[in-house]
Structure formats: structure tokens, C-alpha cells
């Protein structure tokens, strides 16, 4: 159940960074502060944010400038990469293009997923079958966001 919070929790996990790959990690106390304090967060807030994830900052800048680059450029350019089912539902999506409870969000997006081969799942995967959209500009941002997302994905682990 969510309460009223004035700050949104930051946790430094860095002992679970370090500990990763320790079989007896759960028996550490640093490992389970970070534990508890990931848990309260979800229960309390709902969300948080994270430090000594171990992902470089120049990375995480890279990321930022890349993603501020494409949304600055025109309109036209944006919808080269336009969200489309036979993409698998991956791409650009403007303002108001994503509905959420029957009220359409005020962001611009895009949505990036696993790719999906045809027929990997079966009927399941169909609606999701397809590759990732990526734009021509900037030139480094699937790069970026690949590398972004492979290590993240990594931490998450």
C-alpha cells in the first residue's frame, strides 16, 4: 500500500554489485539492508532510484544526450521510426499517440523491446514479433542504448 513521502528513496547497491556472483550473498547484512531498503521502497513508494549500480556516468550522459537529440529533431524525422504493429509494436509514438486508461499521455516515446523472431513463441509472440525501430540520427544512439540496456539488464540480473 502506498503512503505519502516527501523524497523518493535513493539505495546504493553496491554491496549487491559486489556480492553478485557470491551464492552466500543473502547471509551478508549489507546485502540484506540493501534488501530491506529495496523492498520498503517498492511497498512504500513505488519507486527509487539507484547509485553504485556500477554503470558509468559517461555512459548515462551519452544515453541523455542521444535521447534529447532525436526528440529535439523534427517532427518528420521522429516518425521515420513510427510505432507500428508490423514492427512489433516498436518505435516512435508522439504526444498524445499512447493511451492509458482511456486518457492519452502527455510524452512522447519510444518503445524498444527483445526482439522477437517469427514464430520463437508460437502464436503467443505473434503480436510482438519484429526488430527494434532505430533512427539514422544521431548516428551513435542505437550504440549507446544497446550498451545502455545490455548493462542494465546485466544489474538487474
Same mark, same amino acid.
Given at each position: 500500500?502506498?503512503?505519502? +513521502?516527501?523524497?523518493?528513496?535513493?539505495?546504493?547497491?553496491?554491496?549487491?554489485?559486489?556480492?553478485?556472483?557470491?551464492?552466500?550473498?543473502?547471509?551478508?547484512?549489507?546485502?540484506?539492508? !540493501?534488501?530491506?531498503?529495496?523492498?520498503?521502497?517498492?511497498?512504500?513508494?513505488?519507486? +527509487?532510484?539507484?547509485?553504485?549500480?556500477?554503470?558509468?556516468? =559517461?555512459?548515462?550522459?551519452?544515453?541523455?544526450? !542521444?535521447?534529447?537529440?532525436?526528440?529535439?529533431?523534427?517532427?518528420?524525422?521522429?516518425?521515420?521510426?513510427?510505432?507500428?504493429?508490423?514492427?512489433?509494436?516498436?518505435?516512435?509514438?508522439?504526444?498524445?499517440?499512447?493511451?492509458?486508461?482511456?486518457?492519452?499521455?502527455?510524452?512522447?516515446?519510444?518503445?524498444?523491446?527483445?526482439? !522477437?523472431?517469427?514464430?520463437?513463441?508460437? =502464436?503467443?509472440?505473434?503480436?510482438?514479433?519484429? =526488430?527494434?525501430?532505430?533512427?539514422?540520427?544521431?548516428?551513435?544512439?542505437?550504440?549507446?542504448?544497446?550498451?545502455?540496456?545490455?548493462?542494465?539488464?546485466?544489474?538487474?540480473?
Amino acid at each position: 500500500m502506498s503512503t505519502d +513521502f516527501k523524497s523518493i528513496p535513493l539505495i546504493d547497491v553496491s554491496p549487491l554489485v559486489a556480492k553478485g556472483d557470491d551464492l552466500k550473498m543473502g547471509q551478508d547484512p549489507d546485502v540484506q539492508e !540493501v534488501v530491506k531498503q529495496l523492498d520498503r521502497a517498492c511497498r512504500e513508494t513505488g519507486f +527509487f532510484y539507484v547509485k553504485g549500480h556500477g554503470v558509468p556516468h =559517461s555512459l548515462m550522459k551519452e544515453v541523455k544526450d !542521444v535521447t534529447h537529440k532525436f526528440f529535439h529533431l523534427p517532427h518528420h524525422e521522429k516518425l521515420k521510426i513510427k510505432l507500428t504493429p508490423s514492427a512489433g509494436y516498436r518505435g516512435y509514438q508522439k504526444i498524445k499517440a499512447n493511451i492509458t486508461k482511456g486518457v492519452p499521455d502527455l510524452q512522447e516515446a519510444i518503445d524498444y523491446y527483445r526482439e !522477437v523472431k517469427k514464430g520463437m513463441y508460437g =502464436s503467443l509472440g505473434e503480436i510482438l514479433e519484429g =526488430s527494434n525501430q532505430w533512427p539514422q540520427d544521431p548516428a551513435n544512439f542505437k550504440a549507446s542504448m544497446e550498451e545502455y540496456v545490455r548493462l542494465c539488464t546485466g544489474k538487474s540480473r
